[in-house]
């Protein structure tokens, strides 16, 4: 089955403590991407991949990493997480881009930071 | 600056009757728009999306959207609401010039009454 996982679902951590939230899609695309979600502020990106090694910021990057090692995978790490940071996290891939091919979505990661 | 502006945050339909969420977006040039529909729970699905061609675009489950240049509008339309269409629905643009890049709408939740 073609999906787009995330690992883990929920987890509550404490402030400082560094963390990584795996994502992972199985149809061989080249775009993924982040985004944070927010009451009342839509979701909103914080760094996507063109490719293999192709990584770049998106509207909201401040307190995150990523990498992108190998095609199917696309970790986000939050090596010092602090409050503001609590949201659900979600992850999506494509076969290129935005426009032209349609974005997957993973289930989302619902992440607090105390 | 390209941004989306939903203009209800809430709307409730009675089952049967029309749907209309509103969407503005300002933007220097011709965007690509898009409609996200996100069920509870549930990642993210793509609706229906604009990329400068026909200006009335259909989508999936009897949703469509026309894109009007001249009010900057993209407002999400559906003939006859059904139960299954409560959810909360993303009017999206991506950037011109930028293929990896979305910025979201602050969403418009639809609740749909018997």
């Known amino acids: 089955e073609a999906q787009v996982t995330q690992n883990p679902r929920y987890l509550i951590t404490v402030t400082g403590k560094k963390l990584t939230v795996t994502c992972s899609q199985n149809?061989?695309?080249?775009?993924m991407s982040w985004y944070r979600q927010d009451p009342g502020l839509g979701l909103r990106q914080i760094y996507y991949?063109?490719?293999?090694?192709?990584?770049d910021k998106g509207d909201v990057p401040e307190g995150y990493k990523v990498s992108r090692k190998e095609k199917r995978n696309f970790p986000l790490i939050l090596e010092s997480p602090s409050p503001n940071q609590t949201s659900l996290y979600f992850c999506?891939?494509?076969?290129?881009?935005?426009?032209?091919?349609?974005?997957?979505f993973g289930p989302g990661t619902r992440l607090t930071v105390l | 600056a390209q941004s989306v502006t939903q203009l209800d945050s809430h709307v409730s339909v009675s089952e049967g009757t029309p749907v209309l969420l509103r969407c503005n977006y300002s933007s220097s040039y011709s965007p690509s728009l898009f409609w996200y529909v996100q069920h509870p729970n549930k990642g993210l699905q793509l609706l229906l999306k604009?990329?400068?061609?026909?200006?009335l675009v259909k989508g999936i489950n009897g949703f469509e959207a026309e894109f009007k240049k001249s009010e900057t509008s993209f407002h999400l339309t559906k003939p006859s609401a059904h139960m299954s269409d409560a959810a909360e629905y993303f009017c999206v643009v991506s950037p011109s010039g930028s293929s990896y890049k979305l910025i979201f709408g602050s969403g418009t939740r639809l609740l749909v009454r018997p």
């Open positions: 999506a891939s494509s076969l290129s881009g935005v426009l032209h091919y349609t974005q997957y």
């Open positions: 604009y990329t400068s061609a026909a200006t």
């Open positions: 991949s063109m490719n293999v090694e192709v990584t």
């Open positions: 149809m061989n695309h080249e775009y």
